[in-house]
């Protein structure tokens, strides 16, 4: 192997931003990885100049900052990142400038359709809770944060959050100066929210196309029952095996574009299928979407299309682990969580999953369906 990737791995999300800060976690995402950094103009600019990739997210319970380089460039990167993460240099024209990107950010993904129908199916899924706001914040709420309460984070963040550093290549570097941070002595789960009622919403269809996202409320991580959600979102999923796939494309013709995934939160986990539809054939696609889970909540997948998924789903997690910079995230994000990440022990979960299993996963599904549309016809 050529190359190195390097993940840090942060145990706080969207979900920890103060009430009246919401963004503030995605906003100083942004600013770590643009902030100068030693010498240099700032850890994403240096990475990229040596010809490598450098990248961020802000997720709902942790953050990720990601590099990928030659392996004769990870040593420096390694210090630049853990420099520009732990120990960031910037000033008020730095915030406001990466402030006016964000805001910048926020107006694309509310000019985007399959984008806003994710926060609206996670409002009414989660609503009145940490886990239903949106990620990155309203641009109100952007606008409002105060320099100090983006310090008053950051030191949170990486003063008082678990931190977890993965590095897939050649040869570990040495990160003398993270370790006491990374080594700190920090509790793994973070006080529960409790759950409300889930909000159902009458279904208005605009007369031009439109996403629509179809779920419920699933396993939450680190539970047994995770696996099963992630076998019926393979059932579901844009696969030409999947009965879904089936029923819209070939059966149908209802749908184009379309994708199904589970992900685990602390209190509950979030199930969904996403379609592209026109309006016209939207209360259609609502109507097949439902039959297919009623069917596998009735009689479970066949045994073809259960082999199948669990192939689907045992290869994606081989494919990642061959992928270096996908492996590397996927180890950092399961230490910061306490839950070590093995293929061979999720793959072993997964492969045990059966059609009975299948089948009260999607039970529990029907049980409180989520239906959520956009953009919102004009009124």
Known sequence: MRTASICLAVDMGSRDDPGAASGVAHLLEHLLMASPVRDEPSLAEYVERTGGRANAETGLDRMLFQCQVLAEDLAEVADLLIRATIAPEYDDNILAAERAVVLRELDAAAADPADTV???????LFPDHPL????GGTPDSVRSIDP?????????MFGGRRLALSVVGPKAPDIDQARSALAADLPVARPLVPLGAVQHQEIRWPEEY?????????????TPERSRFEILAALCGASPFSPLYRA???EHGLAYSFQSWHRGY???????VLIGTDPDRGPDVVQVVTAILRNLAERGPSDEDLDAAHRQVCSALVFDTEDPLEHARRLAAGAVAGA????????AQLRAVTADDVAQ???????????????????
Do not use: C, K, Y
Not at 118 to 124: C, P, S, Y
Not at 210 to 222: M, P, Q
Not at 361 to 379: N, W, Y
């Open 118 to 124: 994710q926060d609206a199916f996670l409002a009414a």
């Open 340 to 347: 070590p990440f093995s293929a061979d022990v999720d793959m």
């Open 148 to 156: 100090q309460v983006v310090r008053d984070h950051h030191t949170l």
């Open 210 to 222: 439109s996403w629509v996202s179809i779920g419920g409320r699933s396993a939450a991580a680190g």
């Open 248 to 250: 819209l494309r070939n």
């Open 132 to 135: 239903g706001r949106p990620v």
């Open 266 to 272: 602390a209190e509950a986990g979030a199930w969904r």
């Open 361 to 379: 996963a999607a039970q529990h599904i029907l049980r409180d369906l989520v239906v959520t549309v956009r953009p919102e016809p004009m009124r």
